[in-house]
């Protein structure tokens, strides 16, 4: 059986948060004594990447997510359990660690702003100790891939954001890395960009084999990049499997509008029991579970006259949104 | 993560450069601001005070001149730009990268040094335009033991402060023990007056410190002044060597208790 490149077990993180009142007398009682109390933001958790899997992290804000990404990839120290990446304990920052990761946060920017991406990329290259002719060919490649050739030469500070998230991820796979964490890489950029960058996830994901792991708001960006979720609900894990099985487990129902012939066929229609999401005059959405959708369909089709009808999945973002509140999937 | 080769130290060296060429304006203001040594040397002069410490006024205003580059070439903020990094997160993509992220603030000072360099030349020029008698041209070993004693007085200061910027992994104003030797800096490093002026009692602990190694000892040797050249660079490897441990040690205590605020 294929080994895990990331594996973690009874991992936990805790942090000391201070605390104050409100008011004067909150504020001189937080100056003489300070309250600080630490509180768990990742309890207990477990689990297993193998490589070249592509895995999303999903929960509210401040589920957790990005505090994992942060253990994974050696960036905070975990207060408890066992954490490897690539072999590696990730908090040790090895030089050998880093040259094989990479970390891309949304929110975040490694560029030099005054600067044109190129100058950089250089930069990187000579961090990672890329030699100047293979740091050309491999800025050529990927800034073809990220349809940012034009780009390279201009100051950060005047590229629009979505061509400033592509030079970050340029910037950030210069030297190939094995495993990449990604932050919320579509945040703040427009459905275009955001299917460019998942077009070029999925490719570099397919030519490298390289582990992805992502959190991300946008269902789109899970939907279309991950077939395996981790669900995070206040810092403990709520799901570990494929994203697939978790719709259908939550969501065992879809959604079916028929389209009577007369008003008569609509009146009898909602009158017979189904449970009705949706009525408008001869338009009836009934909500019919998984299993019996064969069934009821030939028996609604038996006894109606039916002009037209459409099958209807309940949208992703509403069932993930459900998730996310859940503490148990 | 301390493993800095050549070709890593010229790219920083050259990326960094070309960002502070984008604040050229920025840098000749800064330059400017540095004119307290021609301040202190007015009121040295008008008063007479050089004559309680056998200095000439020649001597005096070589010393000031000296000092204004020494202090030139080795200013250091990095505890303020951590301080903001670190707080809001912003170190965060470096401290993943194979290269400890002081190496880029150590470059931007360099690349600021040298942006800095053509500016100090003209007010330096100004300076022998209005008292011409200063004019001297210092030998070349001279110049070159100056430069390294000015070079090691960089690297204390940088280190000092490099100790301090890592306290902001445990505290969220680090800025602010900084502002504790800021006094201690300007008076005991020979900014305002040359230590030699200063009581035997008080010379005597002053010289154990980093303070008089900072200004005074590199101002003293390029201005040609008397001071004791192989006591002062062992003074500055001394402390060097004492601080770059601490600095290593505070660091990895330091990035423990990272939590990476603000991403």
């Known amino acids: ?116 991406p190129i100058e950089s990329f250089y930069l990187n290259a000579a961090i990672y100790d890329i030699e100047k002719i293979e740091a050309k060919k491999r800025i050529k490649k990927l800034s073809d891939m990220l349809e940012i050739e034009k780009e390279l030469y201009i100051p950060v500070r005047k590229l629009s954001l979505g061509q400033r998230m592509k030079s970050e991820l340029l910037a950030a796979l210069i030297h190939n890395p094995n495993i990449l964490f990604l932050d919320e890489p579509t945040l703040g950029l427009d459905i275009n960009a955001q299917n460019n960058l998942r077009k070029f996830l999925q490719i570099y994901n397919k030519e490298t084999d390289a582990t992805i792991c992502l959190t991300s708001h946008y269902m789109k960006d899970i939907t279309s990049l991950c077939k395996r979720v981790i669900c995070i609900h206040e810092g403990s894990l709520t799901y570990d499997g494929r994203l697939e099985k978790l719709l259908k487990k939550i969501s065992p129902v879809k959604d079916i509008l028929f389209i009577c012939k007369t008003d008569k066929d609509a009146i009898e229609l909602s009158n017979s029991g189904f449970i009705i999401k949706n009525q408008n005059q001869k338009e009836i959405t009934i909500t019919i579970k998984k299993e019996s959708i064969k069934s009821t369909l030939k028996k609604i089709l038996n006894k109606f006259e039916i002009e037209d009808l459409y099958i209807n999945e309940p949208p992703v973002d509403e069932i993930i949104g459900n998730i996310l509140v859940k503490e148990k999937v | 993560m301390f493993n800095l080769n050549k070709n890593k130290l010229i790219t920083l060296l050259k990326v960094q450069y070309s960002n502070m060429l984008e604040y050229r304006v920025e840098i000749a203001l800064w330059a400017i601001s540095g004119i307290i040594p021609f301040f202190m040397l007015n009121i040295w002069t008008n008063n007479n005070l050089n004559e309680s410490i056998n200095l000439s006024n020649l001597m005096l205003s070589r010393y000031f001149l000296s000092a204004f580059f020494v202090r030139q070439f080795s200013v250091v903020w990095v505890v303020f730009t951590f301080e903001e990094d670190a707080l809001l997160g912003k170190i965060s993509p470096y401290l993943i990268q194979p290269l400890n992220p002081f190496f880029r603030y150590f470059a931007q000072h360099i ?13 330096a020029l100004i300076f022998f335009l209005i008292n011409p008698e200063s004019v001297w041209i210092p030998s070349l070993s001279i110049l070159l033991l100056a430069c390294l004693s000015t070079f090691f007085s960089f690297l204390i200061q940088f280190l000092i402060q490099s100790i301090i910027a890592c306290f902001c992994f445990w505290t969220e104003k680090a800025s602010s023990i900084e502002r504790l030797l800021f006094i201690p800096t300007l008076f005991l490093s020979g900014l305002l007056a040359p230590v030699i002026s200063f009581p035997e009692y008080v010379k005597s602990w002053i010289y154990i410190t980093p303070f008089p190694y900072l200004i005074d000892f590199p101002a003293n040797i390029l201005s040609g002044n008397n001071t004791n050249i192989i006591s002062g660079f062992f003074m500055q490897i001394f402390w060097i060597s004492v601080l770059f441990p601490i600095f290593k040690r505070t660091w990895f205590l330091g990035t423990k208790k990272y939590t990476a605020m603000g991403s």
Not at chain 1, 48 to 68: C, P, R
């Open chain 1, 1 to 116: 059986m294929e080994e895990n490149i990331i594996q973690v077990e009874n991992l936990s993180k805790s942090f000391d948060v201070s605390s104050k009142e409100p008011g004067l007398k909150g504020t001189l009682k937080h100056f003489f004594k300070r309250e600080t109390k630490s509180i768990e933001v990742i309890k207990n958790i477990n689990f297993g990447i193998k490589k070249g899997e592509i895995v999303g992290f999903l929960g509210a804000n401040g589920a957790g997510k990005t505090t994992i990404l942060k253990m994974l990839c050696g960036l905070i120290y975990p207060s408890q359990g066992k954490l490897s990446v690539a072999g590696n304990l990730p908090y040790k920052r090895r030089s050998s660690f880093l040259k094989n990761i990479t970390l891309i946060m949304g929110q975040k920017q490694q560029l030099i702003w005054d600067l044109p």
């Open chain 2, 111 to 123: 690349a600021e040094q040298i942006t800095r360099f053509p500016f100090a030349i003209i007010i």
